[in-house]
Nanobody, 115 residues
Framework: EVQLVESGGGLVQPGGSLRLSCAAS????????MSWVRQAPGKGVEWVSI????????KYVDSVKGRFTISRGNAKNMVYLQMNSLKPEDTAVYYC????????WGQGTQVTVSS
């Protein structure tokens, strides 16, 4: 059974940092690219970042480039999202995603950026 469990969200002031983690199980983790997506209140799902199975290739949505860093630890079946210089518009529920035969999602972790 594929499982994705996110953690690390919380309340942070503008300009602050958070590190999200996603623990994956039930599939050959290093074979698959992993993504982070987010959903802000009242808005649709927005893709944020993707990392290749090896970790050698990453991509970001323009709004987070230079502020967010995606990484993975294949030995521990973990994917991370380091978020720096957070802005109020980064407030959202963040989900990690694995695209296998189907799309799999975790339960999400809330990130709130507010003073």
């Amino acid at each position: 059974e594929v499982q994705l469990v996110e953690s690390g969200g919380g309340l942070v002031q503008p300009g602050g940092s958070l590190r999200l983690s996603c623990a994956a199980s039930g599939f050959t983790f290093s074979t698959y690219a992993m993504s982070w997506v987010r959903q802000a209140p009242g808005k649709g799902v927005e893709w944020v970042s993707i990392i290749s199975g090896s970790g050698g290739s990453t991509k970001y949505v323009d709004s987070v480039k230079g502020r967010f860093t995606i990484s993975r630890g294949n030995a521990k079946n973990m994917v991370y999202l380091q978020m720096n210089s957070l802005k109020p518009e980064d407030t959202a529920v963040y989900y990690c995603n694995a695209r296998l035969t189907y799309d799999y999602w975790g339960q999400g972790t809330q990130v709130t950026v507010s003073s």
